[in-house]
Structure formats: structure tokens, C-alpha cells
């Protein structure tokens, strides 16, 4: 069974730096065509895709947003780790992570997200 | 960056009637492969989102067949043939033919 959980803190103050952490297990990070993708969701508003990381460790990022943010991953313990900077109350959401399948299409990955974990809500103020 | 809309914005339905929700990019979505890198999720009430159809017309493992995608290059459409107080949601389309992968707006189906 496939899983992912996001952890971290649900309160950060502005200026702060965000550090979200994604442990997932049924997959592993090392298979091909393999990634975890960040997206987020701000109260009421509509999903938001953040980034990704590849199993060959290439990262994909938001183009606003791509200064402040750094994805990275831990194989070893099963983790990817989004990391955000210089946080504003605009950044105010639920931060989910999601699987890319890695499943090939006629000799290219496709790219759908499944599953996805339950979300964590991050609350940025002072 | 690709720009998805999506229409309507939202949309009381009947129970028992159909539904059809458009989403369009700003660029085409069908791939070198032959195929639409667009999907679609639903986000229940107080759930994360799930995946519904990908590749334009793929059904999900466990999505019933009432549920149904179609289009291509940048006009798609996802069909429900008859609605019911479960399919109660929003419902995103993606497209995910290039990075930044960016979603639409997403339409609010709620039951009249």
C-alpha cells in the first residue's frame, strides 16, 4: 500500500523559513520514472502545484516561487524535504505531497499524481 | 506557463443528471507520445484530492464508469453521466504535458 504523510510545524512566523517534511512508503524514490511532488492549497482557494523531485534527483519548480523554494530527498529514510523561505501570510495553506506513478507511456513518464497524502496546514503569522 | 481555465466555476446538478465540466490550455497538451498530459482530480469535502481520469480519457484504478475523459491538444472535458450526492466536490484539471505543472481553477459540483 502507498502511502505519504506530510509532517511539520503549523504555525511559522513571517520571514521564517518553512521546512515540510513528506514520509511515504509502499514506493521507493530509487525506481525510475518515480517522483514526489509538493503542491498547496490555500484556505478556500485552488490547488497549487509547487515542485517536484525526480528519482534521479533532478528538481522542477514553480516559477514564481522557484527563488524561495529547494526540494530535496533522503532515500535512505524514505523522505522528501520542501523547504520554503522568507514566508509571508500569503503562504498560508495546506501543503500536501503526491506520488508520480512512474508509470512509462509509449517510451516517456507520465506525470499523473497518485495517491496524494492527507496535507498538512501551515498558518504563517506573527 | 501553460494557463488552464476551467468552466463553469460551479455547477448544481440534479441527482440522476449528467454533468460536463470544460477545461482548456493555453497551449497544447498532447505529447510527443500521441497522448494528453492532462488529468483530473476531485477533492471531496475535507479530503485531499484523488485522482480521477489521467492521460485525458483514462480512468483511475477504482473510479466507476460514470466518470469519463475526453479531448485534446487544449480543449478537454470530463463528463459524469449521472450524478449522485457522492460525486460532491471540486474537481481540478491539470496539465502535466510540461513543468511548472499548473492547475485550473477547479468547479464546484454541489447538488441542487
Known amino acids: 500500500q502507498v502511502t505519504l504523510r506530510e509532517s511539520g510545524p503549523a504555525l511559522v512566523k513571517p520571514t521564517q523559513t518553512l521546512t515540510l517534511t513528506c514520509a511515504f512508503s509502499?514506493?521507493?524514490?530509487?525506481?525510475?520514472?518515480?517522483?514526489v511532488n509538493w503542491i498547496r492549497q490555500p484556505p478556500g482557494k485552488a490547488l497549487e502545484w509547487l515542485g517536484r523531485?525526480?528519482?534521479?534527483?533532478?528538481?522542477y519548480y514553480k516559477t514564481s516561487l522557484k527563488t524561495r523554494l529547494t526540494i530535496s530527498k533522503d532515500t535512505s529514510k524514505n523522505q522528501v524535504v520542501l523547504t520554503m523561505t522568507n514566508m509571508d501570510p500569503v503562504d498560508t495553506a495546506t501543503y500536501y505531497c503526491?506520488?508520480?506513478?512512474?508509470?512509462?507511456?509509449?517510451?516517456?513518464?507520465?506525470?499523473?499524481?497518485?495517491?496524494w497524502g492527507q496535507g498538512a496546514l501551515v498558518t504563517v503569522s506573527s | 506557463d501553460i494557463v488552464m481555465t476551467q468552466s463553469p466555476l460551479s455547477l448544481p446538478v440534479t441527482p440522476g443528471e449528467p454533468a460536463s465540466i470544460s477545461c482548456r490550455s493555453s497551449q497544447s497538451l498532447l505529447h510527443t507520445n500521441g497522448h494528453n498530459y492532462l488529468d483530473w482530480y476531485v477533492q471531496r469535502p475535507g479530503q485531499s484530492p484523488q485522482l480521477l481520469i489521467y492521460?485525458?480519457?483514462n480512468r483511475a484504478s477504482g473510479v466507476p464508469d460514470k466518470f469519463s475523459g475526453s479531448g485534446s491538444g487544449t480543449d478537454f472535458t470530463l463528463k459524469i453521466s449521472r450524478v449522485e450526492a457522492e460525486d460532491v466536490g471540486v474537481y481540478y484539471c491539470?496539465?502535466?504535458?510540461?513543468?511548472?505543472?499548473?492547475f485550473g481553477p477547479g468547479t464546484k459540483v454541489d447538488i441542487k
Open positions: 523531485i525526480d528519482w534521479d534527483g533532478d528538481t
Open positions: 491539470i496539465q502535466a504535458v510540461q513543468t511548472p505543472f499548473t
Open positions: 503526491a506520488r508520480t506513478t512512474g508509470v512509462a507511456v509509449a517510451g516517456h513518464w507520465g506525470n499523473w499524481l497518485d495517491p
Open positions: 509502499g514506493f521507493s524514490l530509487n525506481t525510475s520514472g518515480v517522483c
Open positions: 492521460l485525458g480519457s
